[in-house]
């Protein structure tokens, strides 16, 4: 078998397994008739129609274009890291350690995502960040955050 | 007259000392946010919409469209100056703006921008005006067939302007569907694929997947390419008011891109985007010498500028008579009518006459306020521009991270929104645009409701889409629109508008 797009032929295969798997949960749901639907009947539908789109980028994954064409790259693993783990941090933290601990250590996480990272700049980002977004945020729009640690 | 009388109405509501300080309010957000590259309306208008509970519903929606219609301003500015276009709409005005700036032209480019989005937001506004009574009688008329063709027209209308592969972004329309099913069925109160998570049985919020993919993920594609220069070519502006000539040269482009505007802004799904694609195409056509556009012909800035406009005030129109949201910024909208207790639909006209004329006044106040922000301020947004995307990327997302914990005071929102920041990046890397599934989540539940009813309705038959005439003719769009890109000379001609944009 020769691939001629790396990047259609996994696409392909993730949108023909998410297609399967939620046809095949909506088994789970009365699929009703035609005259009366039931929870089941949409999504077993689309869920069969992902899988068949799936499968027509999977086919074209194999015909169109030169062999091995169409790489899917370099992962950014840093990038990729650095900020969906500043995101979890920040949910996860936020409720414990409060706003203001928080907030400036996602932000200098975030920074270091970049390629141009220097301790100097993320820290004076975060600095500014955290007094712009409290005064915005908390004294302006008195949005709901919780400051400081839970436990103090 | 009804029109002059609901325009006095109208205007008595936006003119207020109160609305009109949201509505300037809601302009320099707009403008800023179009202008700052990642931080788009929807994240904005997300992350404020907490704080509407204190606000008049009417100057709230005041705010929030000024929001929407600002980031579009904005977004030209970026598209003429440092040819990346801020909004999607706003990718046609970069292939001729920006060649206008490098000429030197820059301020000619914006003013004539400016100038023709008013203009084009002044007739806009009348024709919403005028024409939404009258569709919303239409809209009385609409059973569930209606709506879900409407619905299907609007999807098949994202997917046709999608870059890329059609199929890709069919499966996105589709996915972004099943995604909208992870809920609690309305007619069975069945939870599904919620795996017991109480969070899930709610439905995932569309701000989450927003952000995740669009804010998040960007930023993570964004960062994985080599370092990119945001080249600011212009540092001062000037010269801004246009010459006789380049008056004669694009006001009738700006009038046709008006009426175009106006016209397939109505679409549900993409309707300012198509416009101002379309524009620009048919300016090229009717140009005696085609041949300069993409190399600083002034009709290319002001058609399309113009249709852009124009569509987005008439695309207010399927929002406010039928309470259907067309595009992300809308179902914002009326989930920020619904918190204020106002269920968006055909009454909205007669149980709320204030709110939808003060709203609709409100549209030309604040285009009139963005030609002030625009023309003679240009130079503080120009200052903005400047900023390195190292100190830019760490601010967005730490305000999407605020936006989202906020949105419910929930954790478990912000985990959905990096697990979504995984799927958008990965959608990025494997070359499908993300703006059909936010559609198809947003639209998923409506439409699964209408069919469902509407199959109820008809015993069981599913010609019943095709015996309605409303509903038969909006298939009928969807089906000649599917046809047209099909066709190899047009999907050759779509390949080169988008070639620019990749």
């Known amino acids: 078998m020769k691939i001629k797009s790396q990047r259609d032929f996994v696409s392909g295969i993730m949108l023909i397994v998410i297609g399967l798997a939620f046809a095949i949960g909506a088994t789970n ?14 999504p077993f539908g689309l869920g069969i129609i992902l899988a068949i789109l799936g499968g027509v980028v999977f086919f074209r994954s194999l015909r169109s274009g030169p062999e091995n064409g169409d790489p899917i790259g370099r992962m950014p693993w840093r990038a990729l890291f650095c ?16 706003f203001i601990i928080s907030f400036p250590i996602m932000i200098v996480f975030t920074s270091m995502a970049g390629q141009e990272f220097t301790w100097r700049d993320a820290l004076l980002n975060a600095v500014i960040l955290t007094v712009m977004s409290y005064l915005i945020f908390i004294a302006g729009l008195s949005l709901n955050i919780p400051l400081w640690p839970a436990f103090l | 007259m009804d029109l002059f ?31 700052l590259p990642g931080l788009g309306p929807i994240a904005t208008i997300a992350m404020l919409l907490p704080t509407m509970y204190s606000l008049q519903p009417t100057s709230a929606l005041i705010m ?48 004539t921008s400016a100038l023709g989005s008013f203009f084009a937001g002044t007739v806009g506004t009348l024709v919403v005006a005028a024409f939404a009574p009258a569709l919303t009688s239409l809209a009385f008329e609409f059973g569930a067939p209606e709506y879900f063709a409407l619905m299907f027209l609007g999807l098949i209308g994202a997917v046709v302007l999608a870059s890329g592969s059609l199929v890709k ?66 540092k001062k502006v000037t010269g801004l008011w246009p010459t006789k000539k380049d008056f004669k040269d694009a006001s009738p482009a700006a009038v046709r891109g008006t009426l175009l505007g106006c016209l397939l802004g109505v679409l549900p799904g993409a309707g300012p985007m198509l416009a101002s694609f379309t524009s620009y195409a048919v300016e090229k056509k009717l140009s005696k010498h085609p041949e300069e556009f993409g190399k600083g012909a002034i009709q290319g800035v002001a058609a399309p500028e113009a249709a852009n406009n124009a569509g987005a005030q008439t695309s207010f129109i399927p929002m406010l008579t039928l309470g259907i949201p067309t595009s992300a910024v809308m179902a914002l909208m009326i989930g920020a009518m619904t918190i204020m207790g106002i269920q968006p639909g055909p009454t909205v006209m ?5 709110l939808f004329w003060g709203l609709i006044c409100s549209m030309w106040v604040g285009n009139f306020m963005l030609v002030i922000l625009n023309l003679p301020l240009i130079g503080i947004w120009v200052k903005l521009l400047t900023v390195p995307y190292r100190f830019l990327f760490p601010a967005i997302m730490a305000f999407c991270a605020i936006g989202v914990y906020t949105l419910s005071n929930n954790t478990f929102d912000v985990y959905c929104a990096a697990a979504f920041a995984v799927f958008g990046f990965l959608t990025h890397k494997f070359g499908f645009e993300a703006a059909p599934l936010i559609l198809g989540f947003i639209l998923g539940p409506m439409m699964e409701e209408n069919l469902r009813r509407a199959l109820l309705m008809a015993r ?27 066709l190899p000379s047009i999907s050759k001609k779509r390949q080169e508008a988008f070639v620019d944009e990749e």
């Not at chain 2, 998040?216 to 080249?231: Q, V």
């Not at chain 2, 069981?460 to 099909?486: E, H």
Request: aromatic residues 12%; contains cysteine.
């Open chain 2, 64 to 111: 929030l469209a000024g929001i929407y219609y600002g980031a579009q301003y904005g977004g030209s500015t970026t598209a003429i100056l440092i040819n990346v276009p801020g909004e999607a709409s706003s990718v046609v005005t970069a292939l001729d703006g920006y060649q206008m700036a490098r000429k030197g032209r820059a301020g000619t480019a914006l003013a």
């Open chain 2, 169 to 234: 972004a069919l499966a996105m329309v589709v996915l972004g569907l099943l995604l909208g099913q992870i809920n609690t069925d309305v007619q069975t109160a069945v939870p599904r694929f919620s795996f017991n998570i109480p969070e899930l049985m709610d439905g995932i919020n569309f701000v989450v997947i927003a952000m995740g993919v669009f804010s998040f993920g960007e930023i993570i594609a964004n960062l994985g390419k080599s370092a990119e220069h945001r080249e600011v070519f212009v």
């Open chain 2, 5 to 35: 009388h609901n325009l006095y109405i109208g205007f008595q509501t936006a003119l207020t000392f109160a609305n009109l300080w949201y509505a300037f309010m809601g302009c320099v957000l707009g403008t800023l946010i179009g202008v």
């Open chain 1, 83 to 98: 900020v969906v783990g500043s995101i979890v941090f920040f949910g996860f933290c936020l409720p414990r350690l409060g």
């Open chain 2, 460 to 486: 069981g038959d599913w010609s019943v889409f095709v015996t309605r005439p409303i509903s038969a003719v909006m298939l009928l769009l969807a089906l000649v629109m599917m046809i047209v890109i099909a």
């Open chain 2, 350 to 354: 007669t149980s709320n006459p204030t």
């Open chain 1, 29 to 42: 749901y009365s699929f009703g008739s035609n005259i009366r639907p039931g929870p089941g009947y949409f």
